[in-house]
């Protein structure tokens, strides 16, 4: 440290005292010269002296008075600091000779910082520790990465079948997310003599353990998603989503019933951007389900994903005919009818009719008057109907497993086979659906086909098949939001325009699992009739080119030859013969069962009559008349 120095001060030479001599004194001058020299000299020693204490007297005072300027009032002189500065030349040789001072020095520094650089230093102080913990906790997260994770043994997984040893809940999410890590960079973290398999159906296990699954369904799953994918799928199917309600704009305005539910206490959000009149509701005092609001018929209460359906469909007012075929209990006819304001008609199928209750005791809530109920079995619609409506709607019923957080039955009765069943109950419903569409007209031909599963199995599947059975082309939903469609699914392949699907998940979209395809049909050709003639041209083909070979030689058998053509062309007339008759057998039977349907539907239903006992019937008095006064003569049985 460098001592700066500091100008010496002088001291004021105190001025003498005066001797006034007296007429006595100057005869005794010259014996007193010698007690005079000794008295002067012990004043100059005590002018010295006094000198001195006047000096510590102003520093003294210099301190305590401080600084002259304005900021006197918070400035602080350092007092030994001061001193160093005042000391002597000889001090300040000793202070550089003697290095302990300048470390009193600096350590006095501390007592004489302002507050804002006491802490100022503490806090430089912390983040220094912070630093050397962060550095030690980086080296053992690095350590512990590098570790290889060990799998359970065959005797530990005998031991936990068998319920010798009891997992708890902790261990298996931290063994899940152990093998989430190691796949997530399998090539370095493996272990030696374990392949992937061996990880994959640990991880089934566990999965199917921790969240109460079926391991077939969590091994479906994993062929869907990758690992860490289908673990936030089955933690989002175990949280409940919000709740949604939709405005009935035949009734009110999203506004006014949004201010009419705040004024109830009931906090809540507008939906999506992409919905003009879906609410989200977030906390409600009182049951959503029971307001004036609700039993008036200002809203529906509906999940978000019932949405995308109709909002793919999107029927205009006007005279439009349109086909909901599972409509109960109704969402989605309101919604219809609703964005069709209650012009043209809906005809809101199902086929049980305890279920159609429930969407009649809506359609009269809501205030929706173009709808006409009915309980019909889809699979026949396509014959009783054939080219009728110009959009429907078909919410096939599904497995379910998009829906786990509304009902968790699902997760333990729902199996593979289960799922493939309802594959082929919703391909016949789609087949029947096309062929009840009228492809002529101007916005004519259209359907939706959703559901509420995530298998391919009851999505991509059916709607592939649909496009190698019909005429029909996949169109863009018109959706702005959700995950396209798969077109490949392991060893499977599909159509390129599946892609235009829309699927919605749990863990992405924070909605319930479903799955939208609009389909549009172009005519009502089908492939079949059309494979027919390609094999009858073929036929023809392959018979000509034998003919051209067998010309090509020298000698030719002409009787032969008469007979092989006699027999090409009745074999050529045969396979039209067969096919025409198909197809005429083929339309004799839809047209009598539609006219089996219709008589069964209007046929009247005939009231049986009970026969009543003698002793019960009441024989009614006749009306005599009050003129006559003998009483009628009676026709006898033989008269009768």
Request: contains cysteine; negative net charge.
């Amino acid at each position: 440290m460098v001592v700066r120095r500091g100008k010496k001060n002088t001291p004021k030479a105190k001025p003498k005292k005066e001797i006034i001599e007296s007429p006595e004194e100057s005869s005794s001058e010259e014996s007193l010269l010698d007690v005079s020299n000794v008295q002067e000299s012990s004043e100059e020693e005590s002018v010295a002296s006094e000198s001195g204490s006047e000096e510590e007297s102003d520093d003294d005072e210099d301190t305590k008075k401080g600084f002259t300027d304005d900021n006197a009032d918070w400035l602080k002189p350092k007092s030994k600091e001061k001193g160093i500065l005042l000391s002597t030349d000889e001090e300040e040789s000793e202070d550089d000779g003697n290095d302990e001072l300048i470390g009193d020095s600096d350590a006095s520094d501390d007592d004489d910082m302002l507050d804002i650089e006491r802490e100022s230093k503490l806090l430089d102080q912390q983040m220094e520790v912070e630093q050397v913990e962060a550095d030690e906790e980086y080296r053992r997260t690095i350590a512990e990465s590098s570790a290889t994770f060990h799998l359970p043994t065959q005797v530990e997984l005998e031991e936990e079948q068998n319920g010798t040893r009891v997992v708890p809940p902790s261990e298996l999410r931290e063994r899940i997310n152990e093998i989430l890590t190691v796949l997530a960079d399998f090539k370095n973290r493996r272990e030696p003599n374990r392949s992937r398999t061996d990880y994959i159906a640990q991880l089934t296990s566990d999965m199917a353990e921790i969240f109460g699954y079926l391991p077939e369904l969590v091994e479906y799953f994993l062929t869907m998603f990758n690992p860490s994918e289908t673990l936030e799928f089955l933690e989002a199917s175990d949280s409940p989503r919000p709740l949604v309600i939709r405005t009935n704009t035949l009734k009110t305005r999203r506004k006014d019933l949004a201010a009419s539910l705040l004024k109830r206490g009931v906090t809540l959000d507008p939906l999506a951007t992409w919905s003009k009149v879906g609410l989200k509701i977030t906390a409600s005092p009182i049951p959503v389900g029971a307001t004036p609001e609700y039993l008036s018929g200002q809203y529906m209460l509906q999940s978000a994903a019932s949405f995308c359906p109709v909002l793919a469909l999107n029927p205009s007012p006007g005279n439009e005919l349109v086909l909901d075929m599972s409509a109960a209990p109704g969402g989605k006819t309101s919604y219809l009818a609703q964005l069709m304001r209650n012009t043209g008609l809906i005809i809101a199928n199902d086929l049980k009719s305890e279920r159609q209750k429930a969407t009649v005791a809506n359609m009269h809530r809501l205030g929706v008057r173009n709808v006409v109920t009915c309980c019909y079995d889809g699979r026949r619609l396509g014959k009783l109907w054939k080219n009728r409506f110009t959009k429907i709607l078909l919410d096939a019923p599904c497995s379910g497993l998009g829906v786990i957080s509304r009902d968790p039955s699902v997760k333990v009765q729902r199996t593979i086979k289960d799922v493939e069943r309802c594959g082929v109950l919703q391909k016949e419903l789609l087949l029947n659906c096309i062929d009840a569409l009228n492809c002529k007209g101007k916005d004519g031909g259209v359907m939706v086909y959703s559901t509420c599963s995530v298998s391919v199995a009851e999505n991509e599947d059916v709607v592939n098949y649909i496009l190698s059975k019909r005429d029909v082309k996949i169109v863009e939903a018109g959706l702005d939001f959700g995950k396209p469609g798969f077109t490949r699914y392991q060893q499977k392949r599909y159509h390129p325009s599946l892609a235009l699907t829309r699927r919605f998940y749990p863990h992405v979209h924070n909605m319930d699992g479903f799955y939208v395809a609009k389909i549009k049909k172009l005519s009502d050709k089908r492939p079949e009739d059309d494979d027919a003639k390609i094999e009858i041209e073929e036929s023809e083909m392959i018979d000509n080119e034998d003919e051209d070979q067998e010309l090509a030689t020298d000698e030719i058998d002409w009787a032969a030859e008469v007979k092989k053509s006699v027999h090409k062309s009745k074999k050529a007339n045969a396979k039209r013969d067969f096919v025409e008759e198909q197809a005429k057998k083929r339309a004799a039977e839809e047209e009598n069962e539609v006219e089996e349907e219709v008589h069964v539907a209007k046929k009247p239903k005939v009231k049986s009559h009970v026969s009543i006992p003698p002793k019960s019937q009441k024989k009614k008095k006749k009306a005599t008349n009050a003129k006559v006064t003998k009483p009628r003569r009676r026709k006898q049985q033989g008269e009768m």
